[in-house]
T-cell receptor
Framework: TQLLEQSPQFLSIQEGENLTVYCNSSSVFSSLQWYRQEPGEGPVLLVTVVTGGEVKKLKRLTFQFGDARKDSSLHITAAQPGDTGLYLCAGERGNTGKLIFGQGTTLQVKP | DADVTQTPRNRITKTGKRIMLECSQTKGHDRMYWYRQDPGLGLQLIYYSFDVKDINKGEISDGYSVSRQAQAKFSLSLESAIPNQTALYFC??????????FGPGTRLTVL
């Protein structure tokens, strides 16, 4: 059983479309991070959210942490081919220094 | 130069062989991690270390061992490799805010 469920697992869209990726759990997290991974490379941090209800924006990407700190979403506006990659959410429970990762969402943006 | 390096980048080996994957970092972080990545499963934690004298098992430590030779070096060993250990392996470090910095990965194939 996956502690962090990410959906969808695969998304193929046309350039200019909007999309949302969800990361859900029945557990509370002290923080939640989103990473992006490109082929042949390790994941790279996009954002960390720590407060329930928090919204952070990174250019065309909007991240939200649920009020109860059990879920998060990533919304991309007007997707570009350069957004193609694997998006991973990861949560920390308490102050353990360990992350629990979702399964990942593979995004393909076609020109 | 990359902050987190892994060697080798690719390795093909046979069942029963002993394999060592090495990780070095120049970020000066105390915390280091080893993960494996399989399609559709995200990243699973194998072992982690919060300082040179601290080694802890992660979710899937069976069949693996680690050594923390110095603050900058953390190696992962497969004492007797088996085919279901075929995967992509990542080393990571973490700062005190919890951001993880990943190496480029090692693709291991066990025949």
């Amino acid at each position: 059983t996956q502690l962090l469920e990410q959906s969808p697992q695969f998304l193929s869209i046309q350039e200019g479309e909007n999309l949302t990726v969800y990361c859900n759990s029945s557990s509370v997290f002290s923080s939640l991070q989103w990473y992006r991974q490109e082929p042949g490379e390790g994941p790279v941090l996009l954002v960390t959210v720590v407060t329930g209800g928090e919204v952070k924006k990174l250019k065309r990407l909007t991240f939200q942490f649920g009020d109860a700190r059990k879920d998060s979403s990533l919304h991309i506006t007007a997707a570009q081919p350069g957004d193609t990659g694997l998006y991973l959410c990861a949560g920390e429970r308490g102050n353990t220094g360990k992350l629990i990762f979702g399964q990942g969402t593979t995004l393909q943006v076609k020109p | 130069d990359a902050d987190v390096t892994q060697t080798p980048r690719n390795r093909i080996t046979k069942t029963g062989k002993r394999i060592m994957l090495e990780c070095s970092q120049t970020k000066g972080h105390d915390r280091m991690y080893w993960y494996r990545q399989d399609p559709g499963l995200g990243l699973q934690l194998i072992y982690y270390s919060f300082d040179v004298k601290d080694i802890n098992k992660g979710e899937i430590s069976d069949g693996y061992s680690v050594s923390r030779q110095a603050q900058a070096k953390f190696s992962l060993s497969l004492e007797s490799a088996i085919p279901n250990q075929t995967a992509l392996y990542f080393c990571a470090t973490s700062d005190l805010l919890g951001t993880q910095y990943f190496g480029p990965g090692t693709r291991l194939t066990v025949l």
